[in-house]
């Protein structure tokens, strides 16, 4: 390949994106026919062309208008005119395959754009490319709940297979002093720092809430006045856990003892943040919360399965009676019969409550070894079962009524205490 050839087909093959080779293969097809117009332009050493036979020259001849060889000038803007006719067809040849007519819905859009604007249209073509991968990165909106995007106007139809709606949790209402305790500790805290924090909340509550199951309430008791920041602790992990249940019995009590009458007594054992008191009391009712540790408004310290601090007397003698003394219409036990004594818990609350008074529970689905045992336990401490609740998956809601009965003897009690594992402590995995 000559200096000339070799400069032209690398010009080439720059400005097309296609091999040297090809170009230079071009170039030669095109010399094989420019030579016998014009031969006398293709004497340079080293530019040699296959000659072709005396007999295919002399039909190409005849059949082939002779050109006048005189004018240089013509010649060369001969052959220019030739390189250029080669150039647009290896253009034409590197063009990306265009879609068929069918498919095309603007014909404008396959118009060659002019040669000055060719520049500027990648420049917004790669100009546009960040925004189309913004817009494809970017999630799709939410629909509309029962709707699809292919028909907007028509409601989906629910299949019989689909779990049951998600009953909305209204959520205790906290104090505001421990909502302004709370930021004032995780104000300086960075969000990794308060997720650590969490975490760490939520392994104490575990703790804590596995030894009041396996323990006694003396004990339960003697820690927390030991350590009552263990009774924050718990609590605070425990409101924590009550957002991800379905539901809350204590919203559910709420719902239901709203409608009882003004006035109405109400004992909340094992309350907690007293949250029945904190949404009933405005309401005219009398809620009386007891728990281990006393926050100084609503909440009574006290031990309910030793004894509570309010009147009401046992049978006296061998004949049953309902007590006297009682000033208790409801007794609510929500997630509170803990201890390895509860039996005595349910003793307290048939001591306070007033004839045909209501006892009413709910307990972790997941406790019990037999309900018809945890029944007839129940019933066996002076109640009648009225209603039962167990379409919730993970709470069972009781509502008992109270009765006469007679004095236990100590060894009869001894005895129902000893059925108090039909109620299995809750454990957690270690992790």
């Known amino acids: 390949m000559t200096g000339f050839r070799r400069k032209l087909a690398a010009k080439a093959s720059r400005e097309l994106g296609i091999p040297v080779e090809l170009v230079d293969f071009w170039i030669r097809i095109a010399a094989v026919e420019l030579k016998h117009e014009m031969p006398q332009l293709f004497d340079v050493p080293g530019w040699s062309v ?45 063009k990306p395959r265009q879609p068929e007519p069918a498919q095309v819905t603007n014909s404008k859009a396959w118009e060659k754009p002019p040669k000055k604007d060719k520049k500027k249209g990648k420049k917004s073509e790669q100009e546009k490319r960040p925004e189309l991968a913004r817009q494809i990165s970017q999630p799709k909106p939410l629909q509309p709940k029962g709707k699809t995007p292919k028909d907007k106007g028509k409601p989906a139809e629910e299949s019989p297979s689909r779990p049951t709606k998600r009953v909305k949790v209204v959520h205790p209402v906290e104090d505001q002093s421990q909502k302004a305790k709370k930021a004032k500790e995780d104000e300086h805290l960075t969000p990794l720092q308060r997720s650590m924090k969490q975490s760490l909340d939520g392994a104490k509550f575990r703790m804590i809430n596995e030894n009041l199951y396996k323990s006694d309430s003396q004990s339960a008791f003697q820690m927390m006045q030991e350590d009552p920041t263990i009774y924050d602790e718990y609590h605070t992990g425990f409101r924590h856990q009550v957002h991800s249940w379905p539901t809350n019995p204590v919203e559910q009590y709420v719902s239901k003892l709203s409608d009882y009458p003004p006035r109405t007594v109400i004992a909340d054992l094992g309350c907690g943040d007293a949250a029945l008191a904190r949404r009933l009391v405005p309401e005219g009712m009398s809620v009386l919360s007891f728990d281990l540790v006393s926050d100084g408004k609503y909440v009574v310290e006290a031990d309910a399965c030793k ?38 818990c349910i003793r307290e609350a048939w001591r306070v409550l007033k004839e045909d008074g209501e006892l009413q529970i709910a307990e972790v689905a997941s406790r019990f070894t037999s ?61």
Not at 309 to 316: A, Q, Y
Not at 335 to 341: A, G, H, V
């Open 307 to 344: 004894k509570l601090p309010l009147p009401g007397s046992e049978p006296s003698g061998s004949e049953s009676s309902m007590g006297e003394g009682h000033i208790v219409d409801v007794t609510v036990c929500s997630l509170s019969l803990m201890s390895t004594n509860w039996p005595t």
């Open 371 to 431: 309900v018809k045992d945890f029944e007839r336990l129940i019933c066996s401490i002076g109640f009648r079962l009225i209603t039962k609740d167990d379409s919730n998956s993970h709470f069972t809601l009781f509502d008992f009524k109270k009765v006469a009965r007679k004095s236990f003897s100590e060894k009869e009690w001894s005895n129902i205490l000893g059925k108090a594992s039909v109620l299995k402590p809750c454990e957690y995995k270690r992790r």
């Open 50 to 94: 296959p000659e072709t036979s005396n007999a295919a020259k002399s039909d190409k001849a005849a059949k082939k208008r002779k050109r006048p060889t005189s004018d240089t000038s013509s010649k060369l803007l001969s052959a220019e005119f030739n390189l250029e006719k080669l150039m647009d067809k290896l253009k034409e040849s590197t």
